[in-house]
């Protein structure tokens, strides 16, 4: 936005009829910057929804909602139909695809990034260091359990803290969790640049009615479907 566009457009004010038949006067740049925040939202909860759709074996979507709830701006919400004692290896990295889709989302749609995916990236971070440190998953370190005496999420942070590895392999570790990321980022990529039109739609349809439950985000995402079907002759 051109910033002599947002000094004069915060200087001007217009009357918008309430659903109550009130009149009340509007900020334009406020109202433009909350519409684009709940765009923002949108694309971040789409991102979630269409990717959950499209990897194997994850709980179905049961809600998306761009409703604010507590420190969230919204949220997407699965069902899970079994309960599960364990998770592979690619079912974790399936977990983190989930997680930065959100992020992904924002930067292939609004050119770029937000806070927004905060709690997100944090724990697709530690989902990755428990898949190197915990469950022996990293080909490089091998099947060695690495604990330290404080849970260390963020890349470089378990180095200068207590622990019963050596500084080298503390760093072996940073650097495998950053590859799991990496690996991980690059194909939710993919995924979402594969299916721009399915997000489009969703948090379209975020846009105009805020929430959307399973039935009709499933109806969302197969109606791109239902357009490729070859017409048959009666």
């Excluded at 910033?3 to 457009?9: D, E, G, H, N």
């Excluded at 995916?117 to 099947?143: F, H, P």
């Excluded at 991980?184 to 959307?212: D, P, S, T, Y």
């Amino acid at each position: 936005i051109n910033p002599l566009f947002k000094k004069l457009s915060s200087q001007i004010y217009y009357y918008k009829e309430t659903p109550e038949g009130v009149s009340e006067m509007v900020d334009v740049w406020e109202e433009y910057a909350d519409e684009k925040e709940k765009k923002l939202v949108a694309y971040h909860e789409a991102g979630h929804a269409i990717v959950t759709r499209l990897l194997p074996n994850q709980d179905p979507v049961h809600q998306v909602s761009i409703i604010p709830s507590g420190m969230a701006g919204g949220y997407t919400m699965h069902l899970p139909t079994e309960d599960k004692m364990y998770n592979s290896k690619e079912q974790m990295k399936n977990e983190i695809v989930v997680l930065l889709a959100g992020r992904i989302a924002e930067k292939l749609t609004m050119d770029d990034i937000s806070t927004g995916a905060s709690n997100d990236i944090q724990r697709a971070t530690q989902i990755a260091r428990d898949m190197v440190t915990k469950y022996g998953m990293s080909e490089a370190l091998g099947t060695v359990f690495y604990d330290s005496e404080q849970e260390e999420v963020f890349i470089g942070n378990s180095i200068g803290h207590s622990k019963n590895y050596s500084e080298e392999v503390a760093a072996e570790i940073d650097k495998e969790v950053r590859k799991f990321i990496d690996e991980v980022f690059n194909r939710c990529e993919e995924l979402i640049k594969g299916n721009m039109e399915r997000l489009h739609i969703v948090a379209q349809a975020l846009l105009e009615k805020e929430k959307i439950d399973g039935r009709e985000f499933e109806e969302l995402f197969t109606s791109l479907d239902k357009k490729e079907e070859p017409e048959t002759e009666e």
